[in-house]
């Protein structure tokens, strides 16, 4: 189909749409071909690569139109070159129709923005009138308010002499009612000088009088724990002397009895201090004295009696 349009410049081109169209789809049936080929090559093919490859005849007829057209005869070549010609001259007509339209379109449309502009020009000029005369009616009430405004400034003026002859009047009360309570503030601050002054006397003799007190309670109290340590030492000595006269068979049992005693009735410790003491290794020169005093430890050891009476 051939269409006449106006470019930029207002001249009037000749563009056949039909031929445009034409070369895009054969564009498109050139990259589908590809696509086949390359599925071609594949040994694995989904549903829709078989769909695909169904359609290769459509697409190369769309590629290579002139392998499928039959060619007319003279006669009909004649015939199609005329009503083609026809055709042109009638899409001509239509195309300068349409350019005529357009034409009449846009100076309908210039006259309208014209008539618009107007308009807004004529509304324009009123609005600026309206805002003139607001604009001399707010001076006017500015004027009007500017008035009022002295007018309370004046009052304003007259509350404040008389606000002032007030003030001085009351600062005048205020400062007797100042120096009589400063007077009744210094008599407090020295009444409340010599009570605190006695409450100090006071509180230093309470403290002085704690101090003494506590301190002979604390000497009374260390002097408890002096004859309850006291007491128990002798308990101790007591209960050792006990011991020595129950086990005052030889010599090594009353030592055994004592270290005992010393180490809080732990036999354990007792037999391994003893053990020491009287090893054979320690003893040289008394190695046979040494070796029955071992004896003598081992059986107080496992003399159930013996612990019996310790414990």
């Known amino acids: 189909m051939t269409t006449f349009v106006l470019n930029t410049y207002n001249v009037l081109i000749v563009e056949d749409f039909e031929v445009r169209s034409q070369e895009k789809e054969m564009k498109k049936a050139y990259k589908k071909l590809n696509e086949i080929d390359r599925l071609k090559k594949k040994s694995v093919l989904t549903p829709e690569e078989s769909e695909k490859l169904s359609m290769e005849s459509h697409y190369f007829k769309i590629a290579y139109p002139e392998l499928f057209e039959k060619k007319p005869s003279e006669k009909e070549q004649e015939y199609i070159n005329k009503k083609k010609q026809k055709r042109e001259r009638e899409n001509e007509l239509k195309e300068a129709e349409r350019v005529r339209n357009e034409q009449e379109k846009r100076e309908r449309r210039e006259q309208e923005e014209r008539l618009l502009k107007e308009k807004e020009n004529a509304k324009k000029e009123a609005e600026r009138e309206k805002k003139e005369a607001e604009r001399q009616r707010k001076e006017a009430e500015k004027e009007r308010q500017e008035i009022q405004r002295q007018r309370r400034e004046a009052e304003k003026e007259r509350i404040r002499i008389e606000q002032q002859k007030a003030e001085a009047d009351a600062e005048v009360n205020e400062e007797l009612e100042k120096q009589i309570k400063a007077e009744m503030k210094k008599r407090k601050r020295?009444?409340?000088?010599?009570?605190?002054?006695?409450?100090?006397?006071?509180?230093?003799?309470?403290?002085?009088?704690?101090?003494?007190?506590?301190?002979?309670?604390?000497?009374?109290?260390?002097?408890?724990?002096?004859?309850?340590?006291?007491?128990?030492?002798?308990?101790?000595?007591?209960?050792?002397?006990?011991?020595?006269?129950?086990?005052?068979?030889s010599e090594l049992e009353k030592e055994w009895a004592l270290t005992l005693i010393d180490n809080n009735n732990n036999v354990n410790k007792t037999y391994k201090v003893l053990s020491l003491k009287y090893h054979p290794d320690k003893n040289l020169q008394k190695k046979l004295w040494a070796e029955e005093q071992q004896k003598v430890l081992n059986e107080l050891r496992e003399n159930s009696e013996t612990r019996r009476i310790i414990f």
Do not use: F, G, M, P
Request: charged letters at 60%.
């Open 190 to 249: 020295e009444k409340d000088k010599a009570r605190n002054l006695a409450n100090k006397e006071a509180k230093k003799i309470a403290e002085k009088l704690e101090a003494e007190r506590a301190e002979a309670e604390r000497l009374r109290k260390e002097k408890e724990e002096e004859a309850e340590r006291v007491r128990k030492e002798k308990e101790k000595e007591q209960a050792r002397l006990r011991i020595l006269q129950s086990l005052a068979k």
